[in-house]
């Protein structure tokens, strides 16, 4: 006899800022049984509701009504595009026993007890008629923990090998990496800035969001003096647990790296310069807490930048470094999936943190559901 199959959907707005990708997909009743994505979607934010997002990074007036118009236009496109990664599954919306919504992260503060993601899932329930599982972070936070990442404890149950030694890197705006030793504690944590002062630095002398595919940063040379000076942050050489966001890598935090060179190279040297900190970051979180793992698996947006993943490779040498799609799952959809898993563990009542990697007290369901 066949076992049961699980519809579910998964939303995802990263740092990076550069749209809402969800998913569709299948599991089976087994809890480590075969996922598969059944369609997918990616809508671009507007730009007015990208600029705002951006705004609400930092204090500013009136905030708080501000926040709350941006949280119902975030929650008419994550409506929109569970909608229509339904209809790229061929699958009715009121057919998925939920939707993990995760939100858009503005301030991120576990060491004063608190995260916020902007988000209205009472409105994407009654927008999408289906149950939405949200704000999942807050209570690994209230017990103690980062909040951050969530990953980890999906990659596991996806990527794990039961003899390769492996870790996952997520590369979006912050990068985060997860340890998959074939046996013992899944380990994780996020590395610091994955594309986020790529694409400040693109935006900013380029008015392009992005470096597509490292064509600018390939024209350019890294810039040693410079690369010291932002790994000097205290934050890389910090312990786990540990997770960072937009409130520490941000313009200004550039900006006072640049002076304290005294920077006046081409931008492009500068573009490759940041290419090369995350790459070394990356490289430098799995020598320390990952030594052991001879395979990288990498995904999100920053898998697409050429340039960074030759960077990468070469500091991870000897190990092979891969992407996700190697292994069966699209670099775009890994974040929107795991949401999707994460929903799924909130409804069955299964605890989805790793203590491990969040330093939470111990084990918690995570999210709150809105029934359809």
């Given at each position: 006899m066949s076992s049961r199959r699980e519809l579910y959907a998964g939303v995802m707005s990263g740092t990076s800022l550069d749209g809402v990708d969800a998913v569709v997909a299948l599991f089976s009743e087994a809890q480590g049984g075969p996922i598969a994505v059944l369609g997918a979607t990616q809508v671009a934010f507007p730009?007015?509701?990208?600029?705002?997002?951006?705004?609400?990074?930092?204090?500013?007036?009136?905030?708080?009504?501000?926040?709350?118009?941006?949280?119902?236009?975030?929650?008419?496109?994550?409506?929109?595009?569970?909608?229509?990664?339904?209809?790229?599954?061929?699958?009715?919306?009121?057919?998925?026993?939920?939707?993990?919504?995760?939100?858009?992260?503005?301030?991120?503060?576990?060491?004063?007890?608190?995260?916020?993601?902007?988000n209205n899932p009472a409105r994407v329930a009654e927008r999408a008629y289906v149950t939405v599982v949200a704000d999942f972070r807050s209570r690994d936070v209230a017990a103690g923990g980062q909040g951050a990442p969530l990953v980890p404890a999906f990659h596991a149950a996806l990527f794990r090998h039961a003899e390769r030694h492996r870790v996952v890197i997520n590369i979006g705006g912050i990068a985060n990496v997860t340890d998959l030793p074939p046996r013992g504690l899944v380990g994780g944590f996020d590395t610091g800035p994955g594309n986020v002062l790529m694409d400040l630095w693109s935006a900013r002398h380029r008015a392009e969001p992005f470096d597509a595919g490292g064509a600018w940063a390939a024209q350019g040379t890294v810039d040693p003096a410079l690369l010291a000076a932002l790994l000097e942050e205290p934050y890389f050489a910090a312990a786990p647990p540990k997770s960072t966001g937009r409130d520490l890598f941000h313009g200004e935090w550039l900006d006072g790296c640049l002076a304290r060179v005294r920077w006046k190279g081409r931008r492009e040297d500068a573009q490759a310069t940041f290419a090369a900190l995350t790459a070394r970051s990356i490289a430098d979180a799995v020598r320390d807490h990952a030594a052991g793992a001879t395979e990288a698996l990498v995904c999100g947006g920053g898998a697409n930048n050429r340039t960074l993943m030759r960077l990468l490779a070469s500091e991870l040498a000897p190990r092979s470094v891969t992407t996700t799609a190697d292994h069966g799952v699209a670099v775009e959809h890994v974040e929107a999936l795991a949401f999707a898993w994460l929903a799924r563990e909130a409804i069955a009542g299964r605890a989805a943190n790793l203590p491990a990697v969040t330093g939470a007290g111990g084990p918690r369901i995570l999210g709150a559901i809105y029934p359809r």
């Open positions: 730009s007015k509701l990208r600029d705002e997002l951006l705004a609400l990074q930092s204090t500013g007036v009136d905030e708080l009504a501000r926040a709350a118009r941006a949280g119902n236009a975030l929650a008419d496109l994550y409506a929109m595009a569970i909608n229509d990664a339904c209809k790229a599954s061929g699958v009715a919306a009121h057919d998925l026993m939920a939707a993990g919504v995760h939100g858009q992260t503005v301030r991120h503060r576990p060491e004063q007890g608190w995260t916020l993601q902007i």
